[in-house]
């Protein structure tokens, strides 16, 4: 699938790095194989690291494996070539073929797998960030769909509140961060049964949403200001065009709105006199609905408007923001070894999204999988979900 | 109190600010003011305002009373002087002695003087920052003691988990974040008896705190790089000099370590095996305590060694960091009208801190206080307190 | 006289350094003594140095006598207090009043004095820099003039060219920077007999000189587009108020422009159809007129319109822009011992200015005399003089 | 020869910006042919556009062809293509061959010949900043040469002062700002025979030249210290190795040396008791001399050692800075047309240099050529030549 990814891509479009908190495609493609090295072969004998200058270049942030390379500075590496990398993930996947079955590496050869498909989201939401940045426009794939659909009506899920057990426990596999599964009180309240519209949004910027402090929170309006924001990432002026992976297309109020930060939707619950709901509201309904919705797909990279088929719409198409800072779970754990510096040491200054989006693999996703980002982010598939007390 | 705690400062000590998270001053002496004149006294009929230009530059950050004054360009008002703004505190204190009795504006006089005893220990944060950076290191007291107590054996309160109420509720005052009252799931727990000490930390210095990543949360890491943090701030090079509102002293091991940063007070509970307690096992064991403590008294404005007469130390000394975000309680409701931009819009990207410092006035704490500051301030009197899982 | 122009100040505007590029009026104080003590003073047996830790806080460049403190946070420094100042320059005055017959103190003395009289024309530049960014907009003396005088018409020297004598030679005092006196050739020029007033400047600004590039340096149109200039710094909102050390005043059309940079005035030269004259043209035709103009008058702190009884008008009032480069002149050799550090070592990236101020003590200036600032510079009372090939 | 040029590159390595003042291979060969279609074809009846949107992306600073693309985000340009801009400059090709005989625009098609010259060196020294980024350290051609030719003696040329003639005259091609031919009035100097080499600089090194303020120009100083100077750019830490494209290769003590500053010129010349020439001293020698030297030959690119059949080396290998800043020359009128913001726009805030460098074309070079770039600019093949008064 990563190869796939990658595909409509040049390698000139490969090597970009169009800002530090994004990382070029090729380098996405090489770091996935370097966990497989440095995480399951480099500590077993007889495998042969396949070029020791990668160690670091690929190294994403494990500083117990080194130093590694800046972050912001991986737009730099045209060397190793596409070519060279593809080289390597050849080595790496044939090295790791004669593992699979090895009943001691199947945790970590199962965490990679995972951490593969995180990388796989970024690299769709990396692209479109740096394609975005060129005047030109270009799109991912010019071939998607142009669908035209209409908003539904907003409904609600009613939660009756009390004790809920949060986070995952079982054989599955899970993150660390999920665990341990632990009880928390809730109030009685209600979760909105779809994300916010690209429609009901324009409401929201209609009604002077952008210029009024009163929504905002205080970094939220500051930087809104600092960066003239008036609509979400992507929207081109004029409002009614949106910039997609499928290139520049009329919006359409009926999809979710996405690529707005945590300021932007906390500002627009504000406005609806709603609220948005804590993580363990959400993980709460979520747990009883089937884990069904649009997930990545690379016929289709965008969200889509409610289809009638539809059921619940609480997966896939944007992760939504929640009320919830990214705090460690009671009892939490890191994983062991090198592994650890996974997730714990980013606890801090983000906040939880839930969800999964249009660019997530669908079997990536459970009701207990807890993402993460700075609430000024806006270039992932971030969307709305509103919430209020019963 | 304001104006003692501002008498030994020359005019031009309480014109300076250090930094745009200080103020000077006299920008608190007159913000205090303001806040009573805009509050209280500008919407009744027949109250003569002071000076209108000063209601934008002491307005601090109430967006609903138009745009303040840049924080960052406090210290450039030379003018009004200190004599301008005494005369301004008396104008105000005359008018709102006749309405002290007043039912009706109970609440908003009430929520004033709260607010002064904030930025009576703001005031002393702040001063205590500009002299820092002064190669002279003046002293705010010259004449502070200089106890050079020996440290207490570390003891843990034991408390065995469940349903907890937390948050205020009942007649007496509290901030609005302080509710809705509600409960919360605790595992069973144990929390530190009394602060980490100066000696505590200069272990975790001397077994490379500051060099082990390995301790560290991501962001902690690479800020305490960039700054090239070996120590907390005020600690002096050398290490066994510390720099106090009494002037340059030598440190003494068995106070309470402050001036710390939630990423160093979270890698000392990593580097000591335990971890800090988050805001409601705090509250938790602290409502079943006496509000007892050191707490502000111009004679000594630093945190003490315990000493035998005292009790249990869950209260002053030093705001000790939670591993809780500052997030909004189940049911929080902003106080009405102007007043509620006071807490509501901070409530992101901050951590919570408990328990009262040296600098904060004895009536001002409950423990159901909620103070917050960005996971990087180290310019208040904040500490570290130990948990662990029971 | 340094004593005299801080007198309107208080302690709270001595202390201020409103940017990194000023300084406090308290530090021009001290630093003026300090160079007395360290260079003349410091070096004699049985001088008593009156602070040792004076040494780096009021040094303000040479790096010959240890590290001076930095240059931005001059501003921090509340301690000393302007009582103690005052003492410090009590205590080296006394010291310096037995030296000042002796003759071979004579070259350092009369070089500590031709720098005091520098400091004072940045102590007032720099006060009004800090006064400018107060929102009260305070006024160093409010009791200013108001004339209202019309513009003269704009008249020219001519220049017939050929070999010039430049620089500094015989007996008076200079700085190593007019050093050594050479020949320089010049083409025929004429030289505008007045600097470009206020009246003039509008013109341009009328005419879109802020928003045609193609009058401008390249890193003059990205400073003026970074930073919005629309006028001359201190030209309030509207366009027909200035900021001066008198208090916000109506512009007067006819006084000269002061406080453009550089590129503004090599723009506005643009745009008139003529050019900046370059130092030597500027000074082969001042050499031949007496040193005559508006200085340095404590009660009129402000360029003058154009009176009948002024003679010609090359010196006083506004500095001119030159379109030279301050580069050393052939010959050049920096004064010896510490003073080394003078001039030499500023000696790239600034363009030399010519003719004194308003601000500018009359016994200060000479025709060689070499003024310099970067090109962006605006908070000094620099002007422009036009000029022609002939 | 440009093309040339870019076949060692993948279309990664095109596409790369590394710095904000270097530019991709790719857009120096885009912008080249851009100059022709936009300054010779576009104004011509029946010449088809080759794609409208690379008006804007190519164009590097001609305001009055309207807005340039951002300078900093040229890097962004993944598309269009290697193969988009191939096709890009067959286009234009094409076009223009049928023109190169019509004498009215045998100005501008000459212009744009340098021009692209010009971009020839940038090409290559961008290059080289990219590589140099790369912790793999790639070689543009690895089958460079390896001399280690010894030092030649320092030897001068004598001039005895006077009236010189400087500037172009006459039928064949120069740029504007070589212009008009002016006399300048010299003393007596001797200028070096030879740039300074390598091992004449590990000398200043070895004798503390980075580390003694007392040598250096205070922007220089503060520069080196902010960025911790120690050695020349490109040089690899150890200070035996330098990086060249060739590769990582051994020091030659020989060779001239690059990429310094022109504060670590003046810098070495002071410790050298010696002074850099003027621009004018320079041309004066050198215009006596034919135009000879090392130049730029794909298959040395980097500078050499003198041999025994060089004659005076007085042009290539290295720019040097001279002591002159860029400012314009009397009589100085910019091209007409769309050119005037070749070069004029920029005469503020640069130094010259003289001479060409390994890099530059051979037919590119006069003595009256005028390169300038900004003090601090260290990635063009900038060197040394010492000067001093006779």
Same mark, same amino acid.
């Given at each position: ?26 380098? %996405?493609?090489? %770091? ?96 479109? %960030? ?28 009613? %939660? ?39 429609? @009901? ?108 088929? @539809? ?80």
């Amino acid at each position: 699938m990563s190869e796939r990814l990658a595909a409509p891509l040049s390698h000139e479009d490969q090597c970009i790095q169009s800002m530090p908190d994004a990382s070029p495609a090729k380098w %996405h493609l090489a %770091h996935t194989t370097w966990f497989f090295e440095r995480f399951v072969l480099a500590p077993r004998a007889g495998y042969r690291i396949f070029d020791p200058r990668f160690e670091s270049i690929f190294n994403s942030y494990y500083l117990g494996l080194g130093t590694p390379f800046t972050r912001a500075e991986r737009g730099l590496l045209t060397r190793p070539g596409v070519e060279d990398v593809m080289a390597y993930r050849r080595h790496v996947d044939d090295a790791m073929r004669d593992l699979l079955d090895d009943p001691k590496l199947f945790k970590l050869v199962e965490l990679g797998l995972h951490h593969e498909q995180q990388h796989q989201e970024l690299l769709l939401t990396d692209i479109k %960030h740096a394609f975005s940045r060129n005047p030109l426009l270009p799109a991912y794939d010019p071939a998607g769909p142009l669908a035209m659909d209409v908003s539904s009506r907003l409904e609600w899920f009613e %939660h009756c509140g009390g004790i809920a057990a949060i986070g995952h426990e079982g054989p599955g596999f899970s993150f660390d961060n999920e665990r341990s599964r632990h009880d928390v009180m809730l109030r009685p309240f209600r979760l909105a049964a779809r994300p916010v519209t690209c429609g @009901d949004y324009l409401e929201f910027i209609a009604d002077g949403g952008y210029a009024r402090p009163e929504f905002w929170l205080s970094d939220g309006w500051a930087l809104a200001q600092r960066e003239d924001w008036q609509a979400p990432l992507y929207w081109l002026p004029g409002g009614r065009t949106i910039f997609t992976l499928h290139g520049a297309r009329p919006l359409n109020p009926g999809e979710p709105v996405v690529h707005v930060s945590f300021y932007e939707a906390a500002a627009y619950a504000a406005w609806a006199g709603k609220r948005l709901p804590t993580e363990f509201e959400w993980e709460a309904v979520a747990s009883e609905h089937p884990v069904k919705g649009n997930f990545l797909d690379p016929a289709q990279l965008h969200p889509r408007a409610a289809r009638a088929e @539809d059921g619940s719409r609480l997966f896939g198409d944007a992760w939504v923001w929640t009320r919830s800072s990214y705090d460690p779970y009671p009892g939490f754990r890191p994983f062991s070894g090198v592994a650890s510096e996974y997730n714990g040491k980013f606890m801090v200054g983000q906040m939880v999204l839930r969800g999964g989006s249009c660019a997530t693999p669908q079997d990536h996703i459970r009701p207990s999988y807890r993402n993460f980002f700075p609430p000024s982010a806006r270039w992932q598939f971030s969307g709305i979900r509103l919430a209020e007390d019963a």
